[in-house]
T-cell receptor, first 111, second 113 residues
Framework: DAKTTQPPSMDCAEGRAANLPCNHS???????VYWYRQIHSQGPQYIIH???NNETNEMASLIITEDRKSSTLILPHATLRDTAVYYC????????????FGPGTRLSVLP | EAGVTQSPTHLIKTRGQQATLRCSPI?????VYWYQQALGLGLQFLLW???????NRGNFPPRFSGRQFPNYSSELNVNALELEDSALYLC????????????FGSGTQLSVL
């Protein structure tokens, strides 16, 4: 089972920031938080990942709370092409375990 | 640098037949993962191979099997196809170790008639 919970859907106005929350209350100390997105019928696309510190790249920012029990993916200026299902994943700590995908959040960017 | 490549893009089979799906990982990646995504559903983990060995397996029947070759490419075999095996099959690769990113291919759409 996935170790994360996300809202099933969210809307965001084009040009505004999209803030996607994720709860991972049972995360362990050396488990990373990953974010991926999937546009209809395509392979999931890596967005960003982090362990403890906040991270930023050309696509997004990842804010992880100090207790690491939740995180937020921020798309600073959402476009229509950001409409997709966004998956928050905690990769279990033992070598030999897989990336478990939950149902994700369906983000709709509205014109 | 080439990404993860999967073949074929589409595959049509009839019930009871066998299907073979192929995956070439990114150069330098030794781990290959297989996922099944039925229409409108999430990604279900199938198999994970690393350094030629099966490291983990999802909750799928034994007729789902695979292997990883010395060049780290991988094959997924589905025997005795059933209608509910119709799905998008996604392959992903990564380097070994925690904190490594998973990169996905575009998938093989398997249709069982």
């Amino acid at each position: 089972d996935a170790k994360t919970t996300q809202p099933p859907s969210m809307d965001c106005a084009e040009g505004r920031a999209a803030n996607l929350p994720c709860n991972h209350s049972t995360i362990s100390g050396n488990e990373y938080v990953y974010w991926y997105r999937q546009i209809h019928s395509q392979g999931p696309q890596y967005i960003i990942h982090g362990l403890k510190n906040n991270e930023t790249n050309e696509m997004a920012s990842l804010i992880i709370t100090e207790d690491r029990k939740s995180s937020t993916l921020i798309l600073p200026h959402a476009t229509l092409r950001d409409t997709a299902v966004y998956y928050c994943i905690v990769r279990v700590s033992n070598y030999g375990q897989n990336f478990v995908f939950g149902p994700g959040t369906r983000l709709s960017v509205l014109p | 640098e080439a990404g993860v490549t999967q073949s074929p893009t589409h595959l049509i089979k009839t019930r009871g037949q066998q299907a073979t799906l192929r995956c070439s990982p990114i150069s330098g990646h030794t781990s290959v993962y297989w996922y099944q995504q039925a229409l409108g559903l999430g990604l279900q983990f199938l198999l994970w191979y690393d350094e030629g060995e099966e490291r983990n397996r999802g909750n799928f029947p034994p007729r789902f099997s695979g292997r990883q070759f010395p060049n780290y490419s991988s094959e997924l075999n589905v025997n005795a196809l059933e209608l509910e095996d119709s799905a998008l099959y996604l392959c992903a690769s990564s380097r070994t170790g925690l904190g490594e990113k998973l990169f996905f291919g575009s998938g093989t759409q398997l249709s069982v008639l």
